[in-house]
């Protein structure tokens, strides 16, 4: 049997008689990328909030771990290893990136923040920027940064809300390269909410399709790839 760093079971998230989220499972396991594609108002950016506690569940179950957290607040599941980014950063602007990474790794309760904030700057090569203000940054490095502050703390499962919005094609290919290589260097797990076909078909390990708050179909991106109902409702001739 799997060990799954992250399961979500048959959550439902209901406004009234809106289901925005309708009996979604997903899993991840340790040091895999599984990205999630649907058009706009499909509920993937609400299954994050539901998996993160940003949400109370309607009906369902979220174990991080293999331990129960559906309980939990978002700060205590930040604090057991899950953390997520947003479309809109949250870094902040008038501040420097090594001020703010260590900032974020104190806040964190981290024993070493300053070799937390290290080694989260060298894993995402913004040492040369340490010392620079946000603002001054380009936007794929602020992306970057914005990145780094959801890994302080070491986190075992990484959720991101379109983290490559916005980005020129270069800058998206190179962030994707920074998630890849985290899975294996630092053994963290990704849930990916994701635009740029590209880079979800290009980096995940599994892809999963939502429309209308449901999974139309999940597997190996081959294999979602080439099936016609995502083709036809999602891909086009990107596929």
């Known amino acids: 049997m799997t060990d799954y760093v992250l399961q979500a079971d048959d959550v439902a998230i209901h406004y009234g008689g809106v289901k925005a989220v309708d009996g979604v499972s997903l899993t991840l396991e340790r040091g895999q990328i599984r990205g999630l594609i649907g058009p706009n108002g499909a509920g993937k950016s609400t299954v994050i909030d539901a998996i993160t506690g940003r949400v109370r569940l309607t009906r369902g179950k979220v174990q991080l771990g293999g331990q129960d957290v559906t309980e939990l607040g978002p700060t205590a599941r930040r604090l057991r290893g899950l953390s997520r980014s947003f479309q809109r950063t949250s870094i902040f602007g008038q501040m420097s990136v090594r001020k703010q990474v260590e900032l974020a790794s104190h806040k ?121 109902r995502v083709r036809e409702a999602y891909l086009g001739s990107a596929a």
Not at 171 to 180: C, G, I, N, P, V
């Open 108 to 228: 964190m309760g981290v024993a070493d923040s300053n070799a937390d904030a290290d080694a989260v700057l060298k894993e995402l090569d913004l040492m040369p920027m340490a010392h620079v203000i946000a603002d001054d940054l380009g936007y794929g490095e602020q992306r970057r940064l914005d990145l780094a502050l959801a890994l302080v703390g070491r986190p075992s499962v990484l959720l991101l809300d379109e983290p490559m919005a916005g980005l020129s094609v270069k800058e998206s290919m190179d962030l994707a390269k920074h998630l890849k290589a985290l899975t294996s260097r630092w053994d963290v797990s990704v849930l990916l909410v994701e635009h740029d076909m590209d880079v979800v078909f290009g980096i995940s390990d599994v892809v999963t399709v939502f429309e209308l708050g449901r999974v139309i179909a999940s597997g190996e991106p081959a294999a979602v790839r080439a099936d016609p």
